[in-house]
């Protein structure tokens, strides 16, 4: 890139299913705001504001535009980008592209869904052909559940394996004071719960979030002069594609996935050979358990039909070798438009050692962040706290 670019600031909302104290306008406007004391920054300190969601879910046509008054954005350049799940990474990937260019210095970016205001599922049965692409409808569950069925199947593991993801997520959320489902629960407990679409069940899926979360990047100088703590964006990847090309739901497949590309150019680019061990943490965007299981995979933490190994060994436990997602992941909290940008911030606070009660117990230089989208689209983002390897 022409010049480095660094997270300098973040906030975010509380997660919840109900956040009727608050208007969309307002909601969003409880990031911006933490995004900006986190900063030391005010609004006329921004070059440019990008912001996101999915806009068919809550039936509002032109965020952007509506919410500038809440954003800060009145009279300021931006841009408003929607690319399913993968959205709020998308956001940052720009933001950075924005700085790294030398166009702007600063960029404030937001990521928001307030999914009671609409109807998320009734959006997502109709965003795929009606015969080839069924395993997408019903919130994407018939999709899941072929990948689990298939991932039992070919390498041996249970459904308990998925329910230990599930607890996992469940637990690390209770430790997290922004999270939405902060459920004490055990692998019984998503046993018994309700099933959707075979192995799938209710526990073993994400909720429907409504909440919001703002980042400001910034160039070197910027970072340097006015950041005590700055996380650099160190190199970021793409691989979108369609459900039928480098997807998962035939697990035997020995074709790569989208997010095993993403993240093997992730690691070409920094000369990562080993990367359980070149990072500290991981935050990946799991909508399913048996997702989080793939993503060990396609991440080459653990080879191919192993992912299961590492949640039963307790490798990837907050406490582990292996820590994914100590924030409680995607499975406790889903604000879509904001899921992969908290992904990407919850990670920057891992660096920064101001996770609260969700840090991991260890030094933390470097972290990975993933976002993913339902017709298989990623995006890879490495953060280190430093600019050398």
Same mark, same amino acid.
């Given at each position: 890139?022409?010049?480095?670019?660094?997270?300098?600031?973040?906030?975010?909302?509380?997660?919840?299913?109900?956040?009727?104290?608050?208007?969309?306008?307002?909601?969003?406007?409880?990031?911006?705001?933490?995004?900006?004391?986190?900063?030391?920054?005010?609004?006329?300190?921004?070059?440019?504001?990008?912001?996101?969601?999915?806009?068919?879910?809550?039936?509002?046509?032109?965020?952007?535009?509506?919410?500038?008054?809440?954003?800060?954005?009145?009279?300021?350049?931006?841009?408003?980008?929607?690319?399913?799940?993968?959205?709020?990474?998308?956001?940052?990937?720009?933001?950075?592209?924005?700085?790294?260019?030398?166009?702007?210095?600063?960029?404030?970016?937001?990521?928001?869904?307030?999914?009671?205001?609409?109807?998320?599922?009734?959006?997502?049965?109709?965003? /795929?052909? $009606?015969?080839?692409?069924?395993? =997408?409808?019903? !919130?994407?569950? #018939?999709?899941? @559940? *072929?990948?689990?069925?298939?991932?039992?199947?070919?390498?041996?593991?249970?459904?308990?394996?998925?329910?230990?993801?599930?607890?996992?997520?469940?637990?690390?959320?209770?430790?997290?004071?922004?999270?939405?489902?902060?459920?004490?629960?055990?692998?019984?407990?998503?046993?018994?719960?309700?099933?959707? /679409?075979? $192995?799938?069940?209710?526990?073993? =899926?994400?909720? !429907?979030?409504? #909440?919001?979360? @703002? *980042?400001?990047?910034?160039?070197?100088?910027?970072?340097?002069?006015?950041?005590?703590?700055?996380?650099?964006?160190?190199?970021?990847?793409?691989?979108?594609?369609?459900?039928?090309?480098?997807?998962?739901?035939?697990?035997?497949?020995?074709?790569?996935?989208?997010?095993?590309?993403?993240?093997?150019?992730?690691?070409?680019?920094?000369?990562?050979?080993?990367?359980?061990?070149?990072?500290?943490?991981?935050?990946?965007?799991?909508?399913?358990?048996?997702?989080?299981?793939?993503?060990?995979?396609?991440?080459?933490?653990?080879?191919?039909?192993?992912?299961?190994?590492?949640?039963?060994?307790?490798?990837?436990?907050?406490?582990?070798?292996?820590?994914?997602?100590?924030?409680?992941?995607?499975?406790?909290?889903?604000?879509?438009?904001?899921?992969?940008?908290?992904?990407?911030?919850?990670?920057?606070?891992?660096?920064?050692?101001?996770?609260?009660?969700?840090?991991?117990?260890?030094?933390?230089?470097?972290?990975?962040?993933?976002?993913?989208?339902?017709?298989?689209?990623?995006?890879?983002?490495?953060?280190?706290?430093?600019?050398?390897?």
């Amino acid at each position: 890139m022409k010049r480095n670019v660094a997270i300098v600031g973040g906030g975010q909302t509380h997660h919840a299913a109900r956040r009727q104290d608050v208007s969309q306008p307002e909601m969003v406007n409880e990031a911006v705001l933490a995004a900006l004391k986190d900063a030391n920054m005010t609004m006329d300190d921004i070059d440019a504001v990008l912001l996101g969601n999915m806009e068919f879910f809550e039936g509002q046509h032109m965020t952007d535009c509506w919410l500038a008054d809440s954003t800060g954005a009145f009279g300021k350049p931006g841009l408003k980008i929607t690319t399913g799940g993968t959205v709020g990474a998308t956001i940052i990937a720009a933001g950075a592209h924005h700085v790294a260019s030398g166009l702007f210095d600063r960029v404030l970016c937001i990521g928001f869904e307030k999914q009671e205001e609409g109807d998320t599922n009734a959006i997502l049965s109709g965003v /795929a052909h $009606p015969l080839f692409g069924r395993s =997408m409808a019903g !919130a994407a569950m #018939g999709f899941f @559940a *072929m990948l689990g069925s298939s991932y039992m199947a070919n390498f041996g593991a249970t459904e308990e394996h998925s329910a230990m993801v599930a607890v996992k997520a469940r637990q690390n959320a209770r430790k997290n004071e922004y999270a939405h489902l902060k459920l004490n629960i055990k692998i019984e407990d998503v046993m018994n719960s309700r099933m959707l /679409a075979y $192995p799938i069940r209710m526990l073993d =899926m994400c909720p !429907a979030s409504n #909440g919001a979360c @703002a *980042m400001v990047l910034a160039d070197e100088k910027t970072a340097k002069d006015r950041c005590k703590k700055p996380v650099w964006l160190r190199a970021m990847e793409t691989a979108h594609n369609e459900q039928f090309v480098l997807e998962w739901r035939d697990t035997s497949s020995t074709a790569p996935k989208f997010s095993d590309v993403a993240a093997t150019r992730v690691y070409k680019k920094l000369g990562v050979k080993d990367p359980a061990s070149y990072y500290d943490v991981f935050e990946i965007y799991e909508p399913a358990t048996w997702a989080e299981i793939l993503w060990y995979e396609d991440l080459h933490l653990c080879k191919k039909g192993e992912g299961f190994k590492l949640i039963e060994k307790g490798i990837t436990e907050i406490d582990g070798s292996i820590p994914v997602n100590p924030s409680g992941g995607v499975l406790s909290t889903n604000c879509i438009g904001a899921s992969a940008m908290l992904r990407i911030w919850e990670a920057a606070l891992q660096i920064r050692g101001d996770a609260g009660g969700h840090q991991v117990p260890r030094d933390v230089h470097r972290a990975l962040a993933t976002g993913y989208g339902g017709t298989c689209w990623t995006v890879v983002t490495s953060l280190s706290d430093s600019l050398e390897d």
